[in-house]
Structures are given as structure tokens and as C-alpha cells.
Nanobody, 125 residues
Framework: QVQLVESGGGLVQSGGSLRLSCAAS????????VGWVRQAPGKEREGVAC????????YYTDSVKARFTISRDSAKNTVYLQMNGLNPEDTASYYC??????????????????WGQGTQVTVSA
């Protein structure tokens, strides 16, 4: 079982940027699909981005395309989510999650196997 620790959240003004990190122990993230999932108060969980196992493909939900970038640092066993052009609608708790097996990104976020504890992102207008 992989242990995941997110960091990098915080308060930022609209138009600003943050980089979230998901550091793993217990497993090699290169062997897993890794996704970022967010949940705002009163809303359902939403898959934001996902990167498959190596060689990687990446996927983004439409609302973050061209603003967010997911990437890996294999040496650090860490996955990042670079978030640019943030707006108040991006305010949520952000979780990283992993999927084993073939290392493909699941269509349903409930199909991820392991989850981190989350990091809060708040974007002020």
C-alpha cells in the first residue's frame, strides 16, 4: 500500500499560481496512475488531472485544461500539479490518489485505490 502526502496548498488571489506536491512512500509512483481529485464544500468529488504509469499520458478535466499541468519527478517519487490562472471556482480540498493494476487513469474517481489526506486551496476574488 502506498502512503501519499500532499502539500503546497494555501490562499492565493485570483489569477495566481500554486504548485501542489504528492510525495509517496511504500510504492514507486512510476508504476501507478496518479490523479488529483478535488472536492469543494457541498459538491461531489471531481477528477482534475491524471497521469498514467510510464510512459505517461496525461488527462485533464475541461475546466482546467491549459491552466493546470500534472507531472512526475521519478527521482523524488513525487507527482506535482502546477496550477496557473487560478479562480475562485478552483477553491477546494485537493487530494492525490493512485491506481495500480495497468496503471491507467480511472474514469470514476471512486476507483482509485489509495488516497492522501488532502491539501486546501483557497482562491480569493
Amino acid at each position: 500500500q502506498v502512503q501519499l502526502v500532499e502539500s503546497g496548498g494555501g490562499l492565493v488571489q485570483s489569477g495566481g499560481s500554486l504548485r501542489l506536491s504528492c510525495a509517496a512512500s511504500g510504492s514507486n509512483l512510476d508504476d501507478l496512475a496518479v490523479g488529483w481529485v478535488r472536492q469543494a464544500p457541498g459538491k461531489e468529488r471531481e477528477g482534475v488531472a491524471c497521469i498514467t504509469r510510464l510512459p505517461p499520458d496525461t488527462y485533464y478535466t475541461d475546466s482546467v485544461k491549459a491552466r493546470f499541468t500534472i507531472s512526475r519527478d521519478s527521482a523524488k517519487n513525487t507527482v506535482y500539479l502546477q496550477m496557473n490562472g487560478l479562480n475562485p471556482e478552483d477553491t477546494a480540498s485537493y487530494y492525490c490518489a493512485t491506481k495500480g493494476g495497468w496503471g491507467l487513469c480511472p474514469r470514476d474517481v471512486s476507483d482509485y485505490d489509495d488516497w492522501g489526506q488532502g491539501t486546501q486551496v483557497t482562491v480569493s476574488a
